[in-house]
């Protein structure tokens, strides 16, 4: 057998793992996939009407709420790596002749089908809310390709921050940063009615450019070339940055 597909039979066995974790962990489940939902039902039935944005409150929040739904999934990953490392599992993995690469790539594919677990499940209630699209098919699959750039980048720097932390805790207050940067973006109201040095803030950090793209994909309206640009940038960044930061960390502490 070759290395190659060795290297894949232990990342599905690790990507079953990780999942059967995530099922046993209700918290993890509602973090991922639940939470974001009621943080949709409370800003479109609670917040929606004081906001004034472009159409309709649902129509604009959706794209926002979708990268949200990608960051909440984060923590639990974080924390899970750290108590792989902290406790002896990665050692137990290496006397079974286990991939050393499998396990980080597990934790990263798990992550990446949880996020889109999640993103399937904001996008199903928008509709039910009323979240109308007039993208095409084309711009339905830029948008996919978009999301599932954006998990996979974003899981491979939560495995960083996790292999980095030295506890459990810790690992899971490192997320922190990534989980409410979207609050501080365009998320939920346009940047241009906030405050100054909020504003230029949110205009400037990773994840307005990526929410600017989905809502303009979404809508079926024009997509600035410049926030396309920076949403790609930001989102490959982030991938080189957490694979680099991970491997590095895992060679010293594994």
């Given at each position: ?121 904001i996008i199903g209630v928008g ?128």
């Amino acid at each position: 057998m070759s290395t190659a597909s060795t290297a894949l039979g232990d990342s599905a066995i690790m990507l079953r793992r990780n999942f059967r974790h995530t099922v046993r962990n209700p918290v993890t489940v509602f973090n991922a996939i639940l939470f974001p939902i009621v943080m949709m039902l409370m800003f479109v039935y609670v917040f929606g009407g004081a906001f004034k944005v472009p159409g309709s409150y649902v129509d604009y929040a959706v794209p926002g709420l979708i990268v949200m739904a990608i960051t909440y999934g984060l923590g639990p990953t974080a924390a899970s790596v750290n108590d792989d490392m902290t406790k002896g599992i990665i050692n137990r993995f290496k006397t079974m002749d286990v991939s050393r690469g499998a396990v980080l790539t597990g934790h990263v594919v798990a992550t990446t089908v949880r996020a889109l677990i999640a993103v399937g499940a904001i996008i199903g209630v928008g509709f039910a809310m009323g979240f109308r699209s007039h993208g095409s098919a084309l711009d339905w699959l830029a948008a996919l390709g978009l999301v599932l750039l954006l998990a996979f980048a974003t899981s491979w720097l939560t495995v960083a921050m996790g292999l980095s932390a030295k506890s459990v805790e810790s690992a899971g207050l490192a997320t922190v940063p990534l989980i409410m940067l979207p609050f501080l973006s365009s998320a939920f109201v346009p940047a241009a009615t906030m405050k100054t040095g909020v504003k230029q803030f949110a205009e400037y950090q990773p994840f307005t450019p990526i929410i600017e793209v989905l809502r303009g994909l979404l809508s079926g309206g024009h997509v600035s070339t410049s926030h396309t640009v920076q949403a790609l940038a930001w989102c490959v960044g982030f991938a080189l940055l957490g694979y680099v930061w991970a491997v590095s960390t895992f060679k010293k502490r594994a």
